[in-house]
């Protein structure tokens, strides 16, 4: 039976705020201080959020190219498809449902818990409320659920119902923190300008420094990650030729100019012996600025922050196993768009369910480090794709082609190669073992495929 499409519903506005959107959540309240602790240098951590802004600009640029020629649903799923074969577009796929996209919804879904239970502590991730098969299951836990669910409910009826949610959250998230900048540029500052006598934590020095920025550019780029979004729901996007690498560009440089100056709000509030190490350094940075009663105030920013987050990644998700389905590389059903709402319905579901049994089991943020290597290696082989496609389909209609090809592309995918090979030797057990969830599903990829051509036989 022949499938309803797709709609496209989205236009320039929606498409750069569901950028921004699958970015700005909690990380850029959390990483700084870590980055400090390796770099503890104004200077240095300032340059290291300019070059992640960077780096994750040449990576729109370049996938831009990629959508614009391509505009299916899927993003990377498609590009890798028809750059490498069906086999690669799988491994794409199988590594973003089984880890990336799920366990990062659950990770979402449980950072937005624990920032509500500082209203509500009863809803907190140490509140026990039963056991089940030896797991224990917690209040925060079933908030975090509950998120999932009500969000996959909305995105269930459609993409126009998504991205309104997605839009509300988003507008919110960027008048929050344009009011936290501006009062921080009238607040008194609390940095010493006196020289310190001793460094405690001296800035590290040749290859040392080296290791220190990888490290730090793993951070940055993990709370750059999410603006690839638009690529995924390029079939829902009016004029995508032009839209989504508008999207891109808006959405990235945006989201570089708010981090910067959050950063720089943060060095304005907190020495760097004080920022060094901190997690929590949104939050550390606003009570030194503003007092204790901005705890509260900060909380709530984090929560819509993470909760817009959170809808725009539920959202974009689906359309990648529906390509693979579509494709005959994954479960039949999750090809199915729904009559009436024009949603990859199954999928959604789908993903809402195995995220809440990845948030319930708690094993969410283990497998999560495990990936990280692996997306780095999908985002080289998506800049190498820029360079075969161009050989292999010299013809197809491009409506975008990469500014400053074919440096920008090249730069980007060196990038990622500098930062997995850091991460290889940094974390090497968790990075052999992200290799291997992704092998894990070759013999997953060559049965979905014998079943493919059964059925075309």
């Given at each position: 039976?022949?499938q ?53 600009l ?8 990629l ?71 917690s ?15 909305i ?44 460094d405690?934590n ?71 012996d ?86 319930l ?19 080289m ?41 850091n ?35």
């Amino acid at each position: 039976m022949k499938q309803p499409p797709l709609l496209a519903k989205l236009n320039i506005f929606d498409a750069t705020l569901l950028v921004i959107g699958s970015v700005i959540g909690s990380g850029i309240f959390l990483t700084s201080g870590i980055i400090a602790h390796s770099l503890p240098s104004a200077s240095w951590i300032l340059l290291v959020w300019i070059l992640g802004a960077v780096l994750s600009l040449f990576g729109g640029l370049t996938l831009a190219e990629l959508g614009a020629m391509m505009p299916e649903a899927g993003g990377q799923y498609v590009y890798l498809r028809a750059a490498y074969g069906p086999s690669a577009g799988f491994m794409f796929g199988w590594t973003t449902f089984l880890i990336t996209q799920t366990g990062g919804i659950a990770a979402l879904a449980v950072g937005f818990a624990e920032y509500l239970a500082h209203f509500f502590p009863q809803l907190s991730l140490s509140h026990a409320i039963c056991t089940w098969q030896g797991i224990i299951i917690s209040s925060g836990q079933l908030v975090a659920v509950i998120a999932i669910l009500v969000l996959t409910l909305i995105n269930y009826y459609g993409i126009r119902s998504g991205s309104t949610v997605q839009n509300i959250f988003t507008i919110l998230k960027i008048l929050a923190i344009a009011a936290l900048l501006f009062a921080g540029l009238f607040a008194t500052s609390h940095v010493s300008t006196e020289i310190p006598k001793a460094d405690s934590n001296p800035l590290p020095t040749g290859s040392a420094l080296f290791a220190a920025i990888g490290v730090a550019l793993i951070a940055v780029l993990w709370t750059f990650d999410g603006w690839y979004s638009v690529n995924a729901v390029a079939s829902e996007i009016k004029s995508p030729g032009k839209n989504l690498p508008l999207s891109l560009i808006l959405g990235i440089s945006f989201i570089g100019i708010i981090y910067l100056l959050i950063n720089t709000f943060y060095l304005r509030a907190l020495p760097i012996d004080e920022m060094a190490g901190v997690v929590r350094i949104g939050e550390k940075a606003a009570t030194s600025m503003f007092g204790m009663s901005a705890g509260s105030a900060l909380a709530a920013l984090i929560l819509i922050s993470i909760l817009g987050c959170l809808s725009a990644t539920i959202l974009f998700g689906p359309r990648i196993y529906y390509a693979m389905a579509k494709d005959g590389l994954f479960f039949k059903s999750f090809a199915t768009v729904h009559k009436k709402h024009h949603s990859p319905s199954i999928a959604i579901v789908w993903q809402g369910i195995w995220s809440s049994i990845l948030c319930l089991s708690g094993s969410y943020e283990q497998l999560y480090t495990y990936v990280i290597f692996a997306t780095l290696i999908f985002f080289m082989a998506s800049a190498l794709a820029v360079f075969i496609l161009r050989r292999k389909i010299p013809d197809a209609p491009r409506p975008y082609r990469v500014w400053g090809y074919p440096a920008v592309p090249i730069l980007f995918g060196l990038s990622m190669l500098f930062i997995a090979v850091n991460s290889l030797l940094e974390k090497p057990v968790e990075s052999l073992i992200g290799i291997f969830i992704i092998l894990i599903g070759l013999p997953v990829y060559w049965y979905w495929q014998r079943n493919d051509q059964k059925r075309e036989q």
